[in-house]
């Protein structure tokens, strides 16, 4: 945890955290965390896509390769555990391995992106690692007019060794701490989970088009006002969300046109965010939503378009290093709890290429992408416990060296 709040004075800003790709900060992690990774026995190297990667050597030379990590980035106005802790814990099994040797290695990433926020993008760093880090991915700009491209080369690397950095054949799962990031935990007591899925994910934006006019002289009911349309619908969706059990729908930006105070805005673009771990409800209530946009903006004589910005299908984590995380957990003392994640993680992407798994932390008042975000110094202790049987289990597990790699 001192190792997080030291992590967390690396920041683009002075007074909160702020750490986003490949930004100048981003070195002061990779040294710090690379020092930490040299004396526990693993020699660390930045890939072309920013990810720091350490391998801790096997037994033997040919031996599979198990990959455990989680993002370096944060979101502004931060906390400091959000993605760090889980590199942080992997670098403390390394050194609780005390220089002992697995049939297997083990591979520390901290992935450079994972939040979005730079590049409205999400997973850069982890797409590496699955190749999927494309040209489109490359050509997006910054606010400042900045590709990724440019700034892979701005940070010291270069994005033609991109292919370098995908994963290796012999890569045969992805182990993710991460901490939970809601209530759950807390309120059932319990300081970790298995996560068996992580939630598909909608984004869109809808506009909402009326006719702008002057807000002392037009009547009530003369008016096609786009914000009285959106206000009306978003309440709708609240309302479907909460009959729909596990789903969350948000609507998070709202933007009127023109903007002023005394204009009848004539435009009104709003987000829609809209989750759930099965993709069929997902979809569903997505159609619900849009269906209900257009009924309210024929009856209030507006128009109403959409963009999709966003459809993630749902991911399931491995049933297998799933079994043997909630094996671990018990080991560590504490009952085992299954659950699925609303927010993505770099576990989602991976799983594309690998068996993956998490393992939640109890995250106090569920607070979290803000400074009071916290975790109890007794639940990162049964983590790291946690993930020390875990990697011991596989060490002795034939169902895990003979499994194929997908890699």
């Given at each position: ?218 009547p009530m009911d003369q008016r096609f006002d786009a914000v009285a349309g959106a206000a009306e619908w978003i309440v709708q969706v609240e309302r479907l969300a909460k009959g729909v059990p596990g789903l969350v729908a948000t ?157």
């Amino acid at each position: 945890m001192a190792r997080c709040q030291k992590l967390a004075s690396f920041s683009e800003d002075a007074t909160s955290l702020r750490r986003t790709f490949l930004s100048p900060p981003m070195h002061d992690v990779h040294r710090e965390i690379s020092s930490w990774l040299k004396a526990a026995g693993a020699e660390a190297r930045v890939d072309a896509a920013g990810n720091l990667r350490a391998t801790y050597p096997a037994e033997e030379t040919s031996a599979p390769h198990l990959l455990i990590g989680s993002h370096l980035d944060t979101v502004p106005n931060a906390g400091s555990y959000d993605g760090i802790l889980g590199v942080v814990i992997a670098v403390a099994l390394l050194e609780g391995l005390a220089g002992s040797r697995l049939p297997y290695s083990v591979e520390v990433v901290g992935f450079s992106e994972e939040e979005g926020v730079r590049f409205r993008t999400p997973f850069l760093g982890s797409r590496a690692l699955t190749g999927t880090l494309d040209e489109t991915s490359l050509n997006l700009q910054d606010a400042h007019g900045i590709s990724v491209r440019r700034s892979i080369e701005e940070f010291g690397l270069n994005p033609g060794e991109l292919k370098r950095a995908q994963l290796s054949a012999d890569v045969c799962g992805y182990v993710e701490f991460h901490i939970e990031q809601g209530p759950v935990l807390e309120k059932m007591g319990l300081p970790l989970a298995v996560v068996e899925a992580i939630a598909g994910q909608s984004r869109l934006q809808l506009t909402f088009t009326g006719r702008a006019n002057h807000a002392g002289t037009t009547p009530m009911d003369q008016r096609f006002d786009a914000v009285a349309g959106a206000a009306e619908w978003i309440v709708q969706v609240e309302r479907l969300a909460k009959g729909v059990p596990g789903l969350v729908a948000t609507v998070g930006s709202v933007e009127t046109i023109p903007g002023a105070v005394n204009v009848i805005a004539g435009e009104a673009r709003v987000t829609l965010d809209v989750r759930h771990r099965a993709d069929e409800v997902r979809r569903k209530a997505v159609g619900d939503l849009l269906l209900l946009a257009g009924n309210i903006s024929e009856r209030r004589g507006l128009s109403v378009s959409h963009e999709s910005l966003m459809d993630e299908p749902a991911v399931a984590m491995d049933p297998f290093l799933s079994g043997q995380i909630e094996q671990a957990i018990r080991k560590a003392g504490s009952r085992p709890h299954r659950m699925s994640s609303g927010a993505g993680h770099d576990a989602m992407i991976l799983a594309e290429r690998v068996p993956a798994a998490m393992i939640f932390l109890r995250t106090p008042g569920g607070i979290s992408h803000d400074p009071a975000e916290s975790v109890a110094v007794e639940d990162v202790a049964k983590a790291i416990e946690c993930g020390l049987h875990l990697l011991h289990q596989l060490a002795s597990s034939d169902a895990f060296h003979t499994r194929t790699c997908r890699a």
